[in-house]
Structures are given as structure tokens and as C-alpha cells.
């Protein structure tokens, strides 16, 4: 670690240089000092006692680094929530923010309530995003006291600390028909995929059949297309790498979730769908592919878009077809369970919560109300009649 010389001075003793701390200079602007020491073995001994104290007062930037590589190292993160956590880093804490160069040692509930402050403040902050914030702070401060770079306790500050709601910026409400396809579109939709029939476009249609995500679809082989069913063994993932900080786009044998590994079971149109994915790639491996590459999820997000536009309806990402789909099963009275697997869920509420919305244009619905909510009727004839 050291970079300076060591070198044996006229005078017999042991002499090198150590840098300045940030910040601070010599008399005279230079960035480094001398240090001598009687012996070779007191020079030794020295160095490593400077490194090591050095090692033992990082800064919040550094003790990041040193936290979220130990995670990897150990394989406690995903490659996607190692992305997803540098994301954040890079978003709240910019190289320029005074408080990632802030030492550990001197971390307090000042410190931490000011940045935080700092952090919200006019920047439209969502909840989401301000929980992500506090896992990384939980978890940097934390493996900090582990390892005795401070004695401060962010446990304690944040049981006490309550975000004024008004600095956090609420949740977009989304209304139904932006959230799904309606029956039209989807018979638009499906219409305009089946007749270019190419890969990324069948891919899309057994979307709509099937209510795969986006990975899933992107990274479905052959091998995992059953005579009625279709078997999910993983999904694709976009990270970067820790080691070498390169971006990686690639099919993982793992789903998003537990629950993601599943056999979906699938409709007739949905064979038919595969089948005309085979005839165009019948040696795969996988199942959409075009010029022997595997289609990638962002090739399904453009062709989704450019779709809506040629059959002019609101452009939708990937995601809303889940939707859709899940939201066709729960209006047709589909056992909970059978959703659940369906859709790859460890909880029904998951579904109801987030998935399932109203399809139905809003003429459709004006008219149901119409015929079911009848109070108040004949009171206007009862009025007329004197009774």
C-alpha cells in the first residue's frame, strides 16, 4: 500500500514519506511529509501502524465500498441488487455531497439529520425511493459499528426520526386504463403481432396468452415448452458487474422470486404461437431469437411501443400485459390459487393488490351502473301522479 520510498539515510536512521490527510497541506503546499525511525524494523512497524489506522477511520464513502463489496464477496447480494444499491449511491450520495467524505468516527444524529434534510428537499422523492435510501444507510452504518469504525447507532436515529410527509412526494395514482389493455386493445394488439409474426412480436402475443414477465419471455428455451404448458427456469437480469464495473445483460437460471419458478399452463392460440416461433428458430436454444442472438427484454419494450403506435393506442411498457392477463383471470372467477401459480405469486393480495384493474371501456361500465343502480326509481312519476 505504501507508494513512497524507503531508503537509509547518511545519518543511519530510516526515512520515507506518508500524504497529508484530505484536505490539509505543508507549510509550503506540499502534499506529503518525512518521517524517519531509528531502525529498518521501527519503519516497518510504523508504515503498518499508519495504514492500519488509516483502514480503521473511513470515510462514509469508503465504508460503503468496503460494505457492499464484503456482500458480494460472500454472495450475500444478487448482481441486480448490487446494481440497484450502487444506483442509489449514485443518486443521493454524488461525488460532490460533503457527507460521503465525513468519517465514521465522527458520524452523529446532526450529521445524518442535516444530509437527510439535504437529500429530500425539492428533489420529489417518493417513498420507494426514500426506503431504498435507508437500507443503504442501515446497512453501511451498521457493518461500520461491526467493524469499530464508530459507535454511532442509525438503528436509534431512525426509530426516532419521521420524514415530514410533505417532503416526500406521493405515490403517481395511476388510473386503470393506463395500467392495462382493454378487450379492444388487446384485439388490436394481437391482431397487428400475429400478422407480422416476427420473433419479437410472437414473443409479445404469448405474453398476452400466458402473462409471463418480460425476463421470463426473453429467456424461455425450447427445452422448457411442454405439450400444454410452458415451464419457467429463469428470467434475464441487467447489472453491473462488481469486479469489473461493466454492464451485463444475460439469461439467469433463476426467477425473480421463489414463487417465479413455475409451470404455466397454456391455452390453445398459445401453441399455436409457439408453434409459429419454431417453424422461424426450431434449433433455439431459445425460443426468440433472431440471427442467432437471444432477443433481449428492451427489443420487447420498442416493438410493445412502436405496436401501440400502429394500432394508435396509448403506448404501454411489457408489464401492463401481465396486468392484463392477471386481470382477465380474476374477472373470470379464476380460482385464487390457480392465479397465483399462474402469475408466479406467493400471495393472492400481490394480485389483487397490484395486477388486477378494470378492463372495461368506460361506456361499458356507465351501462352496468345504469342497469343495476335503480333507486330512486319511478319517483319522479309518483311526483307527477300528486302521491
Not at 34 to 62: C, G, L, V
Not at 157 to 163: A, E, G, H, P
Not at 287 to 305: C, D, Q
Amino acid at each position: 500500500m505504501h507508494p513512497f520510498k524507503i531508503y537509509h539515510g547518511q545519518d543511519g536512521r530510516w526515512y520515507t514519506y506518508f500524504l497529508y490527510p484530505e484536505g490539509q497541506t505543508g507549510q509550503n503546499g506540499e502534499d506529503r511529509y518525512r518521517i524517519n525511525r531509528k531502525t529498518k524494523a521501527d519503519m516497518d512497524q510504523a508504515i503498518i501502524d499508519h495504514y492500519h489506522a488509516i483502514s480503521m477511520d473511513p470515510t462514509f464513502e469508503d465504508a460503503f465500498r468496503r460494505w457492499i463489496e464484503e456482500r458480494m464477496t460472500y454472495g450475500e447480494l444478487e448482481d441486480s441488487t448490487y446494481t440497484k444499491y450502487c444506483n442509489v449511491y449514485s443518486r443521493f450520495f454524488p461525488a460532490d455531497e460533503p457527507f460521503t467524505q465525513i468519517h465514521m468516527r465522527d458520524m452523529n444524529d446532526h450529521e445524518v439529520e442535516v444530509f437527510l434534510k439535504k437529500a429530500l428537499a425539492g428533489r420529489n422523492v417518493q417513498r420507494k425511493a426514500f426506503n431504498d435510501l435507508k437500507t443503504v444507510m442501515n446497512g453501511v452504518f451498521k457493518f461500520s459499528r461491526r467493524e469499530g469504525y464508530t459507535d454511532y447507532s442509525i438503528t436509534l436515529f431512525f426509530k426516532d426520526y419521521t420524514v415530514p410527509a410533505r417532503m416526500l412526494a406521493p405515490s403517481a395514482e395511476k388510473d386503470d386504463s393506463e395500467e392495462v389493455f382493454s378487450e379492444e386493445e388487446t384485439e388490436k394488439l394481437a391482431s397487428y403481432l400475429w400478422q407480422r409474426r416476427t420473433p419479437v412480436c410472437l414473443g409479445l402475443l404469448l405474453m398476452f396468452q400466458t402473462g409471463m414477465r418480460v425476463g421470463e419471455t426473453a429467456s424461455l428455451r425450447i427445452c422448457d415448452v411442454g405439450k400444454d404448458s410452458v415451464t419457467v427456469n429463469g428470467t434475464e437480469v441487467y447489472y453491473r458487474d462488481w469486479k469489473t464495473g461493466q454492464r451485463v445483460c444475460e439469461a439467469k437460471g433463476r426467477g425473480k422470486t421463489e414463487a417465479a419458478h413455475r409451470e404455466i399452463l397454456i391455452p390453445e392460440q398459445a401453441k399455436i404461437t409457439i408453434s409459429a416461433a419454431l417453424l422461424q428458430n426450431p434449433d433455439g436454444p431459445y425460443l426468440f431469437m433472431k440471427n442467432g442472438h437471444r432477443i433481449k427484454t428492451r427489443a420487447f419494450n420498442y416493438e410493445l411501443h412502436k405496436a401501440c403506435r400502429m394500432v394508435e393506442i396509448p403506448e404501454r411498457s411489457p408489464h401492463k400485459i401481465r396486468k392484463t392477463y392477471a386481470s382477465l383471470l380474476v374477472a373470470s372467477k379464476v380460482d385464487e390459487r390457480l392465479i397465483m401459480h399462474q402469475m408466479g405469486h406467493r400471495d393472492f393480495s400481490t394480485t389483487m393488490k397490484f395486477y388486477a384493474k378494470d378492463r372495461k371501456e368506460r361506456k361499458e361500465n356507465l351501462s352496468i351502473i345504469r342497469n343495476i343502480v335503480d333507486i330512486g326509481a319511478g319517483i319522479e312519476e309518483k311526483d307527477n301522479s300528486g302521491q
